[in-house]
């Protein structure tokens, strides 16, 4: 399956993150193509690309149109992947869920959330959302209702114009720009109600600051339960739910993992930034429940 490697702080270059498995397909490079048969990638500042992948038992074609443009948001990033995976094995069931989708880039993840039956939300900043609708119409078929939305949400600015308490909230490779930190924390504090449970997939770059986010600065407002974790891929899926949690979240299906009964501790910032390795060893554990929530 293609999926870029590295951070995502910079532009995808060409073809540079195609991985085994997926079955590419050249699309529109037309005309391009032509004058510059080889790899008009290297010529082009954008070009197409198809990948198609199987996932949660539905083909799904994606488009990706890298290049300056769209920048992070063209390519399906290893995380949303894992994520994919995640309602794989715990055999998600979205039916009956409200569900809203944060920085969906290709929109894979939100589209796979509504093909399993979700009332589904999928958004990223407005430069991403031609990009989505091409991919929701390529991939969900016109009868199926609810048919997913595709809208502009920037982190700690729209927000406001979207619903509290979605029953699921999703991410994927959205936690590496840490000036953006307190942005996406408020997005989710406004997003998230009480029954509320959010699973975020994260690249684990910890000089990006994910060790931070997820260990630090969310477990301050949130529940933070590490729930699957890729070693080779380092790749981590979150469950998120509000402190306090007196009533149980929904049930998404008949596997989701119970919180685990350690508690974890909190990693200083230093220890967060400086590459501690503490998630692997608290796979399963609950962040920041060493003291009371605010
Ligand atoms: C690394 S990409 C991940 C895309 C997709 N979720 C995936 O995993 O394939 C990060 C995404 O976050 C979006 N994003 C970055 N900053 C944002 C912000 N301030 N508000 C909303 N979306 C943002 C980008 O546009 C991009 O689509």
């Given at each position: 399956m293609a999926a870029p490697r590295g951070a995502p702080g910079g532009h995808v270059g060409a073809r540079a993150g195609?991985?085994?498995g997926a079955e590419e397909l050249e699309a529109g490079a037309g005309a391009l193509e032509a004058v510059f048969p080889r790899d008009p990638a290297l010529f082009?500042?954008?070009?197409?690309?198809?990948?198609?992948?199987?996932?949660?038992?539905?083909?799904?074609?994606?488009?990706?149109?890298?290049g300056a443009r769209l920048g992070v948001a063209?390519?399906?990033?290893?995380?949303?992947?894992?994520?994919?995976?995640?309602?794989?094995?715990?055999?998600?069931?979205?039916?009956?869920?409200?569900?809203i989708e944060l920085g969906a880039g290709t929109g894979i993840v939100g589209i796979v959330a509504a093909l399993l039956g979700g009332d589904v939300t999928i958004t990223d900043l407005p430069v991403a959302l031609e990009?989505?609708?091409?991919?929701?119409?390529?991939?969900?078929?016109?009868t199926l209702a609810p048919q997913p939305r595709v809208r502009a949400l920037s982190w700690g600015l729209d927000h406001g114009a979207f619903p509290r308490g979605y029953d699921v909230v999703l991410g994927a490779d959205i936690v590496y720009l840490?000036?953006?930190?307190?942005?996406l924390l408020r997005t989710l504090r406004h997003l998230c109600g009480p029954r509320s449970v959010a699973l975020l997939a994260a690249k684990m770059r910890r000089e990006h600051g994910a060790?931070?986010?997820f260990e630090t600065l969310l477990p301050q407002h949130f529940r933070t339960e590490l729930v699957r974790r890729d070693a080779e891929q380092d790749i981590n899926v979150y469950r998120v739910t509000c402190?306090?949690?007196?009533e149980p979240g929904p049930e998404l299906g008949p596997g989701l993992p119970q919180p685990a009964a350690g508690l974890g501790t909190v990693p200083t910032v230093t220890e967060a930034l400086a590459g501690d390795s503490g998630v692997s060893?608290?796979?399963?554990?609950?962040?920041?429940?060493?003291?009371?929530?605010?």
């Open positions: 195609a991985g085994a082009a500042d954008a070009f197409p690309e198809e990948s198609r992948y199987r996932l949660c038992g539905r083909d799904l074609r994606i488009a990706q149109h890298h063209a390519p399906v990033w290893e995380a949303a992947l894992a994520l994919c995976g995640y309602f794989e094995e715990q055999r998600l069931d979205f039916r009956g869920k409200s569900v990009q989505i609708r091409e991919n929701v119409q390529r991939n969900v078929p016109a840490p000036e953006t930190f307190p942005l060790g931070l986010f402190w306090p949690r007196a060893a608290r796979a399963g554990g609950v962040y920041g429940a060493s003291r009371e929530p605010p």
